[in-house]
């Protein structure tokens, strides 16, 4: 999906100042246990599926339809597995932000996954003992709070 309409909205009166953002993420696994990653297009890292929740959507539903976005499978919400703030983001088009990102693990249900949107540059499952050197920090971590065992949701404390 493109900039959502009023992230371009806000970016029409602030320009490419920070803008302090809600978002969610999805540790997805599969049946045999791999992790489903994207390979994003603005900096060329793996990561987990991610993105921006719409005004006023809630965040389990945000979670699953971006899964469906970026990847065009079915999966299902198993938990909340953290909560955290990211550092500010500067994009390629100098666009600056900041996420108070929700995080889920989810389980593949159906579907072939594949790169659904223009976001993403590839899209593939990785053994959990064998992800790609250039894992994005944040998604590294994500990981290993939603792989923990620890049945509460990990933050800050």
Do not use: C
């Amino acid at each position: 999906m493109p900039i959502p309409e009023f992230v371009l909205a806000l970016r029409s009166k602030v320009g490419t100042s920070p803008l302090w953002l809600s978002g969610v993420s999805a540790v997805i696994v599969g049946d045999d246990g791999r992790i489903l990653l994207t390979r994003r297009r603005d900096n060329g890292k793996w990561a987990v599926v991610s993105g921006i929740l719409e005004p006023g959507e809630e965040p389990g539903p945000a979670a699953l339809r971006e899964i469906s976005e970026e990847t065009g499978i079915e999966a299902e919400l198993v938990r909340l597995t953290s909560v955290d703030v990211t550092d500010k983001i500067t994009y390629p088009n100098g666009d600056v932000a900041q996420y108070l990102d929700i995080t889920f693990l989810a389980r593949h249900l159906s579907g072939t996954a594949v790169v659904s949107d223009d976001e993403n540059l590839a899209v593939e499952w990785f053994a959990v003992d064998a992800l790609p050197d250039n894992l994005a920090d944040t998604s590294r971590l994500r990981i290993e709070h939603a792989l923990s065992g620890v049945p509460g949701a990990w933050f800050r404390r």
